[in-house]
């Protein structure tokens, strides 16, 4: 069974980037399409962007400028970087999994940004 | 970009009962559809997709619906468990573009 753990700073300050890793275990992270998705807090899920392990990306338009996801196939792990952050950024961050559709969920991660 | 709507926003509803909600999409989206069910604290689980095919492992109970623009989640009987907030998600075109999802319907007890 695949299963997705997040991982990084649960406090960034405001201006700086954001980092999180998602590793990957139970299976390759060759075989999906990996996303980042975020809820802030009291609101809805939105989904911030994936990749593949070919390198290919697509972000949310709406983040595409802030936004970086990448992938360490040796690792099994995928990243996302999103730089300039407000307190809006503030959310719970999912990263998820599957062929098109999300099978496989991380357990997310909460991001204050405060200074 | 493909937005989507959902209706009701917030439903209250006693176990037993059977619901309908309503996701909608601005234009055309075939079945590229998935419904989603998140509870507090915890990561959303899918529960159905390509419109109308159940997940391995949900329960018969919750069925899905629709094609084009408009689509529906039914629960037959609502058990304890199902009190939570579903989403809707889009994937027309992927992965030549993004994801959408609804901003939900929260099920609670009546």
């Known amino acids: 069974q695949v299963q997705l753990q997040e991982s990084g700073p649960g406090l960034v300050k405001p201006s700086e980037t954001l980092s999180l890793t998602c590793t990957v275990s139970?299976?390759?992270?060759?075989?999906?399409?990996w996303s980042w998705i975020r809820q802030p807090p009291g609101k809805g899920l939105e989904w911030i962007g994936y990749?593949?392990?070919?390198?290919?990306?697509y972000y949310d338009p709406s983040l595409k400028s802030r936004v970086t996801i990448s992938m360490d196939t040796s690792k099994n792990q995928f990243s996302l970087k999103l730089s300039s952050v407000t307190a809006a950024d503030t959310a719970v961050y999912f990263c998820?999994?599957?062929?098109?559709?999300?099978?496989?969920w991380g357990r997310g991660t909460q991001v204050t940004v405060s200074s | 970009d493909v937005q989507l709507t959902q209706s009701p926003s917030f439903l209250s509803a006693s176990v037993g009962d059977g619901v309908t909600f309503t996701c909608r999409a601005s234009q055309d989206i075939s079945r590229y559809l998935a419904w989603y069910q998140q509870k507090p604290g915890k990561a959303p689980k899918l529960l159905i997709y390509?419109?109308?095919t159940l997940q391995s492992g949900v329960p018969a109970r919750f069925s899905g619906s629709g094609s084009g623009t408009e689509f529906t989640l039914t629960i037959s009987s609502l058990q304890p468990e199902d009190f939570a907030t579903y989403y809707c998600?889009?994937?027309?075109?992927?992965?030549?573009?993004?994801?959408?999802f609804g901003p939900g319907t929260t099920v609670d007890i009546k």
């Open positions: 998600q889009q994937l027309n075109s992927y992965p030549r573009a993004g994801f959408t």
């Open positions: 390509g419109a109308s």
């Open positions: 990749c593949y392990y070919t390198g290919y990306t």
């Open positions: 139970g299976g390759s992270i060759k075989n999906y399409y």
């Open positions: 998820g999994g599957g062929n098109g559709y999300i099978d496989y």
